[in-house]
């Protein structure tokens, strides 16, 4: 099957399953997010970026572009797509504000697998309750290109230090009974998504083919987050001050 006859995914279609799935195991499949031409354009946008800037920011795990909605018109419609917010808001079921997007290409084998971890740990808004990310392939992204394995409940283990991602033992030392937890792995369609809860355990494979692996993550936090002081790329030149909203321009109610 191609992604063209794939079921496209709306919030009008979104089935009460999957929303319990989300909700009790922290991350579900999304097939059709987008359809196949949006899929082209943003992949070609999403190449056009990586190549253009890959010098300043290649690293052994993953090349990543933080905020190119910001710069860049066409991956501003994918960042800013009704479609991804509208699914992303009844999956959370609370309001929803933009936290940032990231562009994540693996190149051909880099031989470089992203290790286990939780992203929330990672941000500034640590007791916001329903950080949600909307993983989304914009090429076929089978096991062998480095899609995503999930840890089903752990996005209820919210008393966890940050994890190494580039360290294979940093979480199963932190927390050694998750080493026991069972390991969802989900390949996706190019135009298909996983969305996962901020404190949800994943991992994504090496890239094994010759293709680059090319996914875009739109990252959503509650609409009522507030900042708390550690420091991140995204809010590091903002001039926040401990406890004030995270709003504004930089931070959009989309959901
Ligand atoms: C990856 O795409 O390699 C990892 C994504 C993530 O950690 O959220
Ligand atoms: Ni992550």
């Given at each position: 099957m191609t992604q063209t006859d794939t079921m496209q995914t709306t919030p009008r279609t979104l089935t009460p399953d999957r929303i319990d799935h989300f909700r009790e195991q922290g991350f579900v499949h999304i097939p059709g997010i987008i359809n196949a031409e949006e899929v082209e354009r943003f992949r070609v946008a999403a190449l056009r970026i990586y190549e253009t800037q890959e010098g300043l920011s290649a690293r052994d795990v993953f090349s990543q572009h933080v905020n190119v909605w910001r710069g860049d018109e066409t991956m501003r419609e994918l960042t800013l797509h009704p479609n991804v917010a509208g699914v992303a808001r009844k999956l959370a079921g609370v309001s929803l504000r933009l936290w940032h997007d990231q562009i994540l290409v693996k190149r051909p084998h880099n031989n470089t697998p992203t290790e286990f971890?939780?992203?929330?740990?990672?941000?500034?808004?640590?007791?916001?309750p329903n950080p949600i990310s909307a993983w989304i392939a914009l090429c076929d992204v089978p096991v062998e290109r480095g899609c995503m394995s999930f840890l089903p409940g752990s996005h209820r283990r919210t008393d966890l230090e940050r994890q190494d991602l580039s360290d294979a033992r940093s979480l199963f030392g932190i927390?050694?009974?998750?080493?026991w937890s069972p390991r969802v792995t989900v390949p996706l369609k190019a135009g298909d998504c996983t969305f996962h809860h901020g404190r949800c355990a994943h991992m994504a494979n090496a890239n094994?083919?010759?293709e680059p692996r090319v996914a875009h993550v739109v990252i959503y936090m509650d609409a009522a987050a507030r900042y708390d002081g550690k420091g991140h790329v995204v809010t590091d030149p903002l001039g926040l001050k401990l406890?004030?909203?995270?709003?504004g321009e930089m931070f959009p109610e989309l959901g």
């Amino acid at each position: 099957m191609t992604q063209t006859d794939t079921m496209q995914t709306t919030p009008r279609t979104l089935t009460p399953d999957r929303i319990d799935h989300f909700r009790e195991q922290g991350f579900v499949h999304i097939p059709g997010i987008i359809n196949a031409e949006e899929v082209e354009r943003f992949r070609v946008a999403a190449l056009r970026i990586y190549e253009t800037q890959e010098g300043l920011s290649a690293r052994d795990v993953f090349s990543q572009h933080v905020n190119v909605w910001r710069g860049d018109e066409t991956m501003r419609e994918l960042t800013l797509h009704p479609n991804v917010a509208g699914v992303a808001r009844k999956l959370a079921g609370v309001s929803l504000r933009l936290w940032h997007d990231q562009i994540l290409v693996k190149r051909p084998h880099n031989n470089t697998p992203t290790e286990f971890h939780q992203d929330q740990p990672y941000w500034p808004h640590d007791g916001s309750p329903n950080p949600i990310s909307a993983w989304i392939a914009l090429c076929d992204v089978p096991v062998e290109r480095g899609c995503m394995s999930f840890l089903p409940g752990s996005h209820r283990r919210t008393d966890l230090e940050r994890q190494d991602l580039s360290d294979a033992r940093s979480l199963f030392g932190i927390c050694p009974d998750l080493q026991w937890s069972p390991r969802v792995t989900v390949p996706l369609k190019a135009g298909d998504c996983t969305f996962h809860h901020g404190r949800c355990a994943h991992m994504a494979n090496a890239n094994e083919t010759d293709e680059p692996r090319v996914a875009h993550v739109v990252i959503y936090m509650d609409a009522a987050a507030r900042y708390d002081g550690k420091g991140h790329v995204v809010t590091d030149p903002l001039g926040l001050k401990l406890g004030d909203a995270l709003a504004g321009e930089m931070f959009p109610e989309l959901g």
